[in-house]
């Protein structure tokens, strides 16, 4: 005889399925939640750390703006193995070597600049490339992300800031760090209030779907 007096009863398919549906959109939720946060630190510190470079004089400046961006690399860091856990190991793999991929890429930048002040560039031409370059390739990196995880709104910002890397030297040193602060910076904001509203709506559909099927 069966005693259905435990309440474990088995779900039909349809409840299997909204069950489901309410686990990924959680999954989801919880996802959106860090990438905001991410992108709000990395949009606070370009903004706040190249207005700091074309207004405050002295390597003062650049101690505030490599403090700023090592805060916001150490946030998006920490959050991103938060957010990794439970994702399946094909995915895991995909993170880590785009991870790896980062610190190659600056690493080589890095020693790219150091051969050019070995062949005599000048110190204010030397602060263009590396200002320039590092936001090409955050913006590269970006663009990518958006094509692995297929997420519009990083193709959007990661191909924005490619355009703004590549037309900031136009405007001469250190002029061009208003842009690279304000368009660069400001995009970065911009997608974390999208990604912000996408994630408020995902959490009201579950609450929604949960409510509906309680």
Known sequence: MTNNNDG???LD????LALAQKQQKSVSSQRGSFVAIIMAGYGVALLAGF???RFVAGPVAWWV???LFAAAIALSITLGVRGARGIRSSDSFTGTAYGISWSLAMAGLGALGGGLIIQGLDNHLLLLFYSCVYTFLI???YFMAGVIWRSVPSLIVGGWLVVVAAVAPYLGFPNHYLLLGIGGGGAFIL???VTASRN?????SAS?????NG
């Open 200 to 204: 408020r709506s995902l959490q009201l």
């Open 139 to 141: 913006g590269l990196q």
């Open 208 to 212: 929604k779907g949960l409510t509906t």
């Open 51 to 53: 207005l700091t470079l």
């Open 8 to 10: 474990d009863e088995p």
């Open 191 to 193: 997608l974390a209030i």
């Open 13 to 16: 398919p349809a409840s299997m």
């Open 65 to 67: 703006f490599i403090a």
